[in-house]
């Protein structure tokens, strides 16, 4: 005989993908589960990770909401040559951060716990660039020393963010990373790509497993907590495939597979152990297939400014109670009229990975 009751009978709409997807538009979907953080408009969020992260931090900004930067340049700088330089992209000047083991590191060298044996990329040119961070100078540094300098500025923002922050929103990008062999530091890029000079001597390729991950992660949030025990952390995965894979003989649409589904594992796994550690999930939104591919652009790689909407909306609506985003900012860009169709539907991000195959 079959039983009239069973656990499914109680459980929300939300558990069941008729209800909940299928039967749903596109807009209706909202695929929040457990999600307790609660911001208001003092409340002092700061970003870092890959370039989806920027998405957050503009609709933040543009919402009313306290995106935190503590490294903005002078202010007696345009604005615009700010921009140029990287100001305000990420709440301090570090660039993209793809991978655990690069903002573990980060928070290592900005309190002195860690010091690269590769300290400086002095190009052809004679110009510098920090290999830690290589493409936030246009043009490099003039020198060394100036690089040092602007370095020790860099990290003692770091230092101020990671102390004074209300809520820090990461976004893993890769597990895939190039590493110097000598001490294994991990760069943003392969050397050789934005520059420096490539060594297969020197630098070697690493595809992060999720034990790894939850490692780097696990300790860099013990330390945080150390640092800021008020803080709360909310992590992402970026929906954005793989620019390119250097993982041998692999396919770039399977190490992306790899590499998300890792992020993904790791995010829940750390969620769960954590209190204070919230997961929000932009990446099923956009890769999910109830919006029939309309959240990526051509190249199937770019999120169009449809997806981030949703993505805002549902982040605003769940972690403030209410908030919604309804459009996105007006650009005061011209843009050629062979463009515009596809400026309307895409934001650009500073994306560094796009030059592993330009």
Known sequence: ?????????????????????????????????????????????????????????????NSGYKYYVVE???????????????????????????????????????????????????ENNGSVLDPYR????????????????????????????????????????????????????????CPGVEGGKFDPEQHVFHNQDLAEVVSDMTEFIEQLQGLNPAAQIVLTVSPVPLMATAEPGAHVLSATTYSKSVLRVAAEMLRKQFAHVHYFPSYEIII?????????AEDLRSVTEEGVLHVMRLFLLHATGGAIVTKAPDSQVEVPDAYLAQAEALVEVECDEIALDR
């Open 288 to 296: 999910g297939n109830f919006n029939r591919g309309r959240y990526y």
């Open 72 to 122: 903005d340049g002078h202010p007696i700088i345009p604005l615009s040559i700010r921009e140029k330089h990287h100001y305000g992209t990420f709440s301090a000047r570090y660039g993209n951060i793809y991978t655990a083991r690069q903002l573990l590191q980060l928070m290592h060298r900005a309190y002195g716990h860690f010091s690269p044996q590769e300290d400086a990329w002095v």
């Open 134 to 189: 290589p493409t936030v100078q246009p043009r490099g540094y003039i020198s060394v020393a100036e690089m040092h300098a602007d370095r020790a500025q860099h990290l003692a923002a770091v230092r101020k963010m990671f102390e004074t922050l209300d809520v820090f929103v990461f976004t893993f990008g890769l597990t895939e990373c190039w590493m110097a062999r000598a001490d294994g530091a991990v760069f943003p890029l």
């Open 1 to 61: 005989m079959t039983s009239t009751s069973h656990p499914y009978k109680a459980l929300p709409d939300k558990a069941f993908w008729k209800r909940s997807v299928s039967k749903r538009q596109s807009a209706e979907v909202d695929p929040v589960g457990t999600f307790e953080l609660r911001i208001n408009q003092e409340t002092k969020v700061a970003t870092a990770g890959s370039c989806f992260a920027q998405h957050i931090a503009r609709h933040l900004r």
